[in-house]
């Protein structure tokens, strides 16, 4: 009856992944649901497996930890190693330092699920079984992101627009685009090019204020580069009064309203950060998808777990919860145990 249940569940999520998906897929919640839908499908045909073929199934569980304990130790080497090189390439800013602090903690999930096997003393079993379960959780919230962010680059709709908005990154030397910012604008170019060709080129939409270390506006000098790369200055507007994501989007929002209701927008990010700017420009009540730029290798693993965090930081009552749920779960397993 059991993997029967939860292969039920598995299709009830996946329908309703669909309808949200289909509704407006700017959600992180959906890559929640699909992520259930995945773990219910493999733990049902595991079931199903163990009642039929239960020297299978024990095979199969014991290659399957054995993948997994590997496979993280993997996973934290290599996060690891980006530190280093993140350092060595973008300094020791504490923002650099989040992939070699991710390896540690992948390592300390592993030490945790050793001590809550193995130890004998019970307020130290309960502790590390209430701290793995919340690993756990973090992990599996963690892989959801992941794994629907590469979803949803890959089926952002291509539809026709009126504005490309750009979202602005950091000058290099004060006043100059640098590489991942270009990046940006290079994709936005594409799309403005795509649209021009069949007679209908959109507004470019340049977003980003003056930091305190810029001689000018991130706006004006991406204004600048798209110009010098043959975008009429009538077909870009800037806005340069915002300091972080939100404020591109929201007030990027009523520039675009201001000239046309009833707009549609692209907003361009890298690759990275884009499923977080199009939930952000959900919220915002934007009419827009967020299109990804490539980034390089060595910088997206330290920025996708920058952006994962600031994600987790967006629904901080829903998180803690569940986090308090899982280490009460946890204490108390522990100590029965």
């Known amino acids: 009856m059991l993997p029967f249940l939860c292969l039920l569940a598995a299709v009830l999520l996946l329908l309703l992944f669909a309808r949200r998906f289909r ?53 934290a080497g290599a996060l690891m190693a980006n530190g280093i090189r993140m350092v060595r390439a ?19 999930a592993l030490a945790l699920a050793v001590v809550a096997a193995r130890t004998e003393h019970g307020p130290l079993r309960a502790a590390a079984t209430a701290a793995l379960l919340v690993a756990g959780y973090v992990g599996f919230l963690f892989l959801c992101f992941v794994g629907y962010a590469v979803l949803y680059q890959r089926v952002t709709a291509r539809r026709p627009v009126d504005f490309v908005v750009v979202l602005g990154a950091g000058l290099a030397d004060g006043s100059t685009v640098p590489p991942l910012l270009a990046s940006r604008l290079q994709k936005a170019l594409t ?108 910088y997206r693993p330290s920025a996708t777990l920058r952006e994962f965090v600031a994600v987790l930081a967006a629904y901080p009552l829903t998180n803690l919860a569940v986090c308090a749920v899982l280490a009460a779960a946890g204490v108390r397993a522990g100590r029965s145990g």
């Open 90 to 108: 973008e300094g020791g800013r504490p923002a650099n330092l989040l992939s070699p602090l991710a390896g540690l903690a992948v390592l300390a």
């Open 191 to 298: 799309l403005y090019r795509r649209q021009a060709a069949q007679g209908r080129p959109p507004t470019l939409v340049v977003s980003g204020g003056k930091g305190s270390d810029e001689r000018v506006s991130e706006a004006e000098a991406m204004a600048d580069y798209l110009m010098a790369r043959g975008v009429p200055g009538t077909h870009i507007l800037q806005e340069s009064a915002s300091t972080n994501t939100g404020e591109n989007v929201a007030f990027s929002r009523e520039l675009m309203e201001r000239i046309r209701p009833g707009y549609r927008c692209a907003i361009v990010t890298n690759d990275f950060h884009s499923l977080r700017a199009a939930i952000l420009a959900r919220r915002a009540g934007v009419p827009g998808e967020a299109h990804g730029a490539p980034t390089a290798a060595y």
């Open 23 to 75: 509704d407006d897929r700017r959600r992180f919640g959906n890559g929640v649901l699909l992520g259930l839908c995945t773990v219910l499908v493999f733990a049902g045909s595991f079931l199903v497996l163990d009642r039929f073929h239960r020297p299978v199934a024990q095979a199969v569980a014991g290659a399957t930890g054995v993948a997994a304990v590997a496979g993280a130790t993997a996973v």
